[in-house]
């Protein structure tokens, strides 16, 4: 699948997500952010696994993803509590990799 096709189709179904949403591939370069990600100041040109401290990183599943063509998750500690990570690999074009945390920077009311 073409790469401009694929950057916008993430920004149609992501842009509005309430948490920071990134496409990546297994080099870990992002290579579109949704508008939550660029209010934080994440962007494309620069890896994912460059954002915040390096330990932060133990235990990423993009190459599982990747490697394995499904989507995986994990449960962390947030700042609300439980959060949980994913690495989904876009349908049609595996290369690519949706990757975001749910809880990590929204609190969802119950």
């Not at 509005?16 to 870990?28: A, E, G, Q």
């Not at 994913?86 to 920077?105: K, M």
Request: with cysteine.
């Amino acid at each position: 699948m073409d790469e401009q096709k694929v950057i916008e189709s993430f920004h149609m179904m992501w842009d509005n997500f309430p948490d920071p949403v990134m496409l990546i591939k297994k080099s870990r370069d992002i290579y579109a952010v949704n508008k939550k990600a660029a209010s934080l100041g994440l962007t494309t040109g620069i890896k994912c696994s460059s954002i915040g401290a390096p330990e932060k990183h133990k235990g990423c599943l993009c190459n599982q993803a990747a490697d394995n063509k499904e989507a995986a998750y994990k449960a962390y500690e947030g700042p609300f509590g439980k959060a949980y990570g994913f690495w989904i690999p876009v349908a049609g074009a595996e290369e690519y990799i949706i990757h975001f945390g749910v809880g990590s920077t929204f609190e969802y009311p119950m």
